[in-house]
């Protein structure tokens, strides 16, 4: 089974400040995918970065970075330069390669972004 | 290109009224899943449909829970009756293939009374 901890439930950050949400997770799988997914207060969750497993370098999208550290089991997102409209739920989530393609998402972070 | 559609938005009913909700995933998309959002929890999966077959409903409450993707691209997901413990928001999401990365929609919002 795999599980995914957030441990952070909420975070403030001040405007043009960088921020890291927390993400560890639990598998067996050798192959496996990790996401972030950002959940405003309107409700739709929008992807934001996926790291695969065997991927060696850290997967960037724009002001969104991944910090994979396979041995420790982590998988933080750094958002650079925080904007006002970064307030919202960060989810992490983890997928199976190996028969188990759901995602299992984690319990969220909360980020609210001050001016 | 256009993103997952679904509707209604929002939806209020008495507890065991049956409700169901409508997902169209984006064009082209074989994969589509539906998943339980409860207050203050991240998405738990309900059912994963490949085209027009069910892939995993391992977590779908069988006995009030249904869904289908009759032609492989719309869905529906059905509760009858619903509990009041079902009130959650109801996400649907796609992607081009199993291990594709999954595009979600806005979802529906239910409240049961």
């Known amino acids: 089974a795999q599980k995914i901890t957030q441990t952070q439930p909420g975070m403030f950050v001040q405007e043009k400040e960088a921020v890291t949400l927390d993400c560890t997770y639990d598998?067996?799988?050798?192959?496996?995918?990790l996401f972030w997914y950002k959940q405003p207060s309107s409700g739709e969750m929008i992807f934001l970065i996926y790291?695969?497993?065997?991927?060696?370098q850290n997967a960037t999208e724009g002001r969104y970075s991944l910090n994979f550290q396979k041995a420790r089991k982590s998988a933080n997102l750094v958002i650079s330069a925080s904007q006002l409209g970064d307030s919202a739920m960060y989810f992490c989530?983890?997928?199976?390669?190996?028969?188990?393609?759901?995602?299992?998402f984690g319990a969220g972070t909360t980020v609210t972004v001050r001016a | 290109e256009a993103g997952v559609a679904q509707s209604p938005r929002y939806k209020i009913i008495e507890k065991r009224q049956s409700v169901a909700f409508w997902c169209n995933p984006i064009?082209?998309?074989?994969?589509l899943y539906w998943y339980q959002q409860i207050l203050g929890q991240g998405p738990k999966l309900l059912i994963q449909f490949q085209n027009n077959g069910v892939v995993d409903d391992s977590q779908l409450p069988k006995d009030r829970f249904s869904a289908e993707r009759l032609k492989g691209v719309d869905s529906t997901l059905k509760i009858q009756p619903a509990k009041l413990e079902d009130s959650a928001v109801y996400l649907c999401a796609s992607s081009l293939k199993p291990l594709g990365t999954q595009y979600f929609g806005p979802g529906t919002r239910l409240t049961v009374l």
């Open positions: 064009s082209g998309h074989a994969t």
């Open positions: 598998t067996s799988d050798q192959s496996y995918g």
């Open positions: 989530a983890m997928r199976g390669a190996t028969g188990d393609y759901k995602l299992s």
């Open positions: 790291q695969g497993s065997y991927d060696e």
